[in-house]
């Protein structure tokens, strides 16, 4: 699930007394240019030019006193008056049997205190009481409403302690039992099937506020490449090989799931050290975006080649070498798949726009009447083992030489 974001209104006063001082400075400066070209003035001895340069200081004198007067005598007052801002984070996912929802809300910080110590300290400032919201999943197609699932809040005791919000606890919504995400119990034709809108319904009981939001649900989805395992069955080599004709190396779908509109995938690399005394230790990298989002568009197909090179180059900037060290072997690892609808492709592409100059980056918002993502996203999880291919590409030898001795050195064997 996306972070969330910390909404609050922050009390500060704007003393403007630094404009005086600056204008001071450059009254200053531009008073002794003015005095300089008076000199150069008065050997010409010009008695109308005088009289202007006499004018001209008292138009500045006067000037400085009005700002003097005005800058620090006053504070600048940012405060609106506090309103209820509900932020909503889901992502549904058809593949999980619950669905789980964060509803929190924006908070004021009218003493000034800092607002990530309201959000460390002070939980109850931006979590609803458990009676206070109704929150219900509907939805939508052919002008008909049909409620799919209602939701209560939990207190969930498992938060990192890595991020602005308290800890260990969070509150969280629950789907009240397993949901049916399977659009095939609508009993729709494929293309009426595909215009079904998933809508999250959240009431405040206080205020009776509502707010809403829409999104698409993303179909189920076949890999080809990795090819899936039936249970009980041997875990499919991958190869990462420089020479062409290499034919495991890419990831391909056939065809693209209904309503996905970016695609991404990581790879979990688990390794084994073995050491001279016996020992072993495992260890494991993670290779994220390897198909840095591939947007799918009106494909029917997804396939991306993974670079070889780009594995090597993760392995010799992951992985140093230790004392003691026999070898290293490659053990089964994981590729992780995410299939994600148009709301989920605009989050990221909004992510991704930071801007170096403002130092902000723009956060997407498709919630009505407060803010937030709703959105929907399918993963994928196929076990997979780096091939012995991959292995003797990185010991490859020449003329009694390694040919690459960095990746020589890594000292991986065939398993």
Sequence with gaps: MPKPTKIFQKRKSLSICHFAFNFWTQFVLFSWLIGCNIIQELLNFTPQRILLHMKLFAYYFLVFGLVITAAC???????????????????????????????TKGFLNADGTDARDIALKNPDAYYYAADELDVKLLATYDNKVDTVASFSQITNNNKMADGDFAYPEQKLYISQGPVDLDVARFNLLPTQQKRILFKVWVRNLKTNKVVVANTSLVGAYTMA??????????????????????????????????????????????????????????????????????????????????????????????????????????????????????????????????????????????????????????????????????????????????RRADLFNLKFKSN
Excluded: C, H
């Design 73 to 103: 005598s006053t504070d600048v007052e940012t405060n609106a008056p506090y309103q209820d801002v509900p932020v909503v984070y889901g992502v549904l996912n058809p593949d999980s049997a619950f669905q789980y929802i964060r509803i």
């Design 225 to 402: 490449s990795p090819s899936e395992q039936s249970p009980g069955s041997s875990v499919n080599d991958f190869d990462f090989y420089v020479e062409k004709g290499s034919t495991n190396n890419f990831i391909a779908i056939s065809p693209a799931p209904t309503n996905a509109s970016v695609f991404k995938a990581n790879l979990k690399i688990n390794i084994r050290e073995v050491f001279k005394d016996g020992t072993t230790k495992d260890t494991s990298i993670l290779w994220t975006n390897i198909a840095s989002p591939l947007t799918v568009g009106n494909s029917n197909n997804i396939n991306k080649d993974i670079e070889a090179n780009g594995f090597f180059e993760l392995m010799l900037s992951s992985l140093k070498n230790k004392p003691n060290l026999d070898y290293r072997v490659f053990v089964p690892s994981e590729f992780y798949f995410y299939a994600g609808n148009s709301d989920y492709q605009r989050y990221l592409q909004l992510l991704n726009n930071y801007s170096p100059i403002s130092q902000t980056r723009p956060i997407y918002n498709n919630i009505e009447g407060g803010l937030g993502l709703w959105t929907s996203v399918r993963n994928k999880k196929i076990a997979v083992r780096i091939s012995n291919r991959t292995v003797d590409e990185m010991n490859f030898v020449t003329n009694n030489q390694p």
